[in-house]
């Protein structure tokens, strides 16, 4: 890649006749990690893509919501036309000197890898990375680097699946509420796969377990794609048990749909969003879905650059901003900090059924605070430290050769 | 993988008791292709990835637009959770025996693997093979197996990038005429990159190749992403010069920018599309963006079946649909499909600066008759004859090894 070696001399240069901070990104290293035994269920803490940025003495972490091996080729893979380029190409070698660095670093890969598909995901991680970097080479929290004075307290809701039956569901709510937990959110699973009936059962199974104080949120993780008599049969339900949302009733392309649910499941708010892999994605939902919460993985969406920009955009239309998490710390800190600052937004996704990959990716964890709140951390970046030596055992080696050349190796862990 | 193999048993099971002619999906075998050099310009000819399926006696072939490494890992990655698993789960074992079977594997990696973002380019080769597969099994074109009952008569736009000059424009503008193109489109280059002057050149020397009674297209190639005052300030020059459409000033997302420049773009039609990588995008931009031409690829929406339902969505919105093709004449085909028996929808992208790996793809062609016109082929499937010699010194050896296991490996290509 000769470009990159030409922006490489272009840095020493610079750093031998001037005294400026100037730092470009040097590397970006993925590691894929994984449980052993991958379940088929909507459990998304079973594996993990994480990237580490260096840029000067500095490095960064991320993580991409994301398929690991399709994430890892759309980084190296070889260029297929002018607006079908791998993302690094867009990102190793760009100076990391501000804020402004990291958007145009953002516009670079969805510009260059217009026409790769997997890049939003890839790119997500990165930025993510990009902000850890930046932010602890300034010695800033993230949060307010994007502008927030301060890191408001957020209600957690502890997120986890249905369980088989309703009896497993009310044990659930029983354990979540005796952990002391507010709110608990119920998806995936057996909801909406069979009957009616065996929906009800699971909620009233969910509200019976949480009490009568206790905030209720359903996700139907998009069990009816785009059918809104499907939908429209739980309505009951919902209301009976007094659910406060109803998440992911359909796809998130589904915009029509969602609209004329949101006109007949008064008082149940509708919400979604986490499929929104870009900024447009996430305003259509806003502007034409008659969302009351818009939820929004930072791992997914672009990294926190983009999810920042809907948040700023949700303020606007006053609708609730809401992260999407369900793997990490690291990934929680990254949604957290886009609407880390809003104090409206107090309800926050915190999983609570991580496998134990998921728990040993940093050192320390964001935790409840005595209120049982939590926050986006104060220490500088995304204020986590990363495990090296709890991760090692669950790292997956892989290669990628192509033309008999290796484009991809997992990188040393040190 | 157990549960394949309980369906293969079921197969023999089935056929040794009954003599009913169900075929089940043997594989799906993906080959990355591509000329020795990529070239850093705008033209998606320089790589392919071509998708072949089996199931019992037959063959279908596809072609994916899109990043074929990318493409390929996301074929055979290892499943993250229960809706993140890989393409080809969702794919090979199950039955083919109508239209009906092609849309329920649709819906099944659609719902498999929706947080797999790559997945629906991945589809679109192998939606595409299905219908090639399944048109020859029954002797029939696929247009036919649509539903339509004709292949209609369209009239073909020559579709070339821009000159690095107005001269070369011109130059080639004249030359296309010289060939009997009624119609050419431009696009791409520095068209939009630089001076609103530099671009008003660009334009009449297009005009002045074509004549007076050419039909002038422009593709901006999202050059301006969501910026409407550079796209408004090339409206005048668009009027002077008569174009027919703007393609894409902006990403497929932008849809408010869209609308808010076709209301003052008249008489110059927007048109775009071709970033829709499933039937929802196309559907806001048909409800949303002021569109008049909708341009889809079959090989990034998802294939056949999810263009087909836009053409049929494009009819009800009294939108002229048009087929994205940039690469083979097996991808022409496939795009020409879904609204070959649309008589009012006459026009056609044909891409006449294919590189010669694009041409050695198939044996035979998709020519214009004596009236300058081109139709969806008559003969079974897609129509089209698969070149293996002629594609064979192009293929690149491509290899992705997981945990030690080899999940991909260019397969024999016999």
Redesign the interface.
């Known amino acids: 890649m000769p470009r990159l070696a030409i922006q490489y001399l272009f840095v020493d240069h610079q750093l031998s006749i001037t005294t400026m901070a100037t730092v470009r990104i040097e590397s970006i290293d993925f590691f ?1 990690v ?1 449980m052993p035994e ?7 803490s ?2 993990a893509l994480l990237v580490r940025v260096r840029a000067g003495d500095n490095e960064g972490w991320g993580e991409c ?6 994430s ?3 980084l ?9 380029k791998p993302v690094q190409a867009s990102v190793v070698g760009q100076s990391l000197d501000s804020v402004h660095d990291i958007r145009r670093i953002n516009n670079l890969v ?2 260059n890898s ?5 890049a ?2 890839t790119l997500s991680g990165i930025d993510i990375a990009l902000w850890d970097l930046l932010g602890r080479r300034l010695n800033e929290p993230v949060w307010k680097l994007l502008g927030y004075r301060q890191s408001c307290s957020k209600t957690p809701y502890a997120s986890v699946l249905f369980g088989d039956t309703a009896e497993q569901t009310y044990r659930k709510a029983k354990e979540i509420r005796a952990n002391g937990f507010l709110a608990a959110k119920f998806g ?1 699973g057996p909801f909406g796969t069979s009957s009616v009936r065996a929906d009800v059962d699971q909620l009233h199974a969910a509200r019976e377990g949480l009490g009568d104080e206790g905030i209720l949120l359903v996700d139907a ?2 069990v009816w ?1 785009s059918d809104l008599d499907a939908a429209r049969s739980r309505l009951d339900a919902l209301r009976a048990t007094r659910a406060t949302w109803l998440e992911e009733p359909f ?6 749909e969602y609209r004329a649910l949101s006109e007949v499941s008064v008082p149940i708010g509708l919400a979604g969003g986490e ?1 929104c ?5 996430a ?2 939902m806003l ?2 879905a008659g969302l009351k919460y818009v939820q929004i993985d930072a791992g997914r969406i672009g990294g926190i650059t983009t999810a920042k920009d809907v948040a700023d955009y949700a303020v606007s239309k006053k609708v609730t901003y809401v992260n999407h998490t369900f793997t990490s710390n690291l990934a929680l800190s990254a949604s957290l900090q886009p609407f880390a600052g809003i104090e409206a937004d107090r309800i926050c996704e915190y999983p609570t059924e991580l496998k134990p990959l998921a728990k040993k990716i940093t050192k320390n964890t964001i935790a409840r605070d005595a209120h049982g709140q939590v926050q986006a951390p104060e220490a500088p970046g995304l204020g986590m430290d990363i495990d090296i030596e709890g991760i090692k055992p669950y790292l ?9 050349k290796v ?1 991809y190796q997992t990188p040393p862990l040190t």
Do not use: F
């Not at 991958?38 to 998304?44: C, Q, T, W």
């Open positions: 894929y994984s991958i379940l088929d269920i909507g459990d998304g079973q594996d919501e994301a398929a690991p091996l399709v890892i080729a759309s190296v893979c070889p260029m297929s036309h002018s607006a079908c969805r510009t217009l026409d790769l598909l997997q939003d995901h995936w993780g998009t794609i796809v998130s392309g589904a915009l029509a499929g892999h870009n900024y447009y994605m305003k259509h502007d034409h997956v080696e892989t290669e990628i050769r192509v033309a008999g484009l």
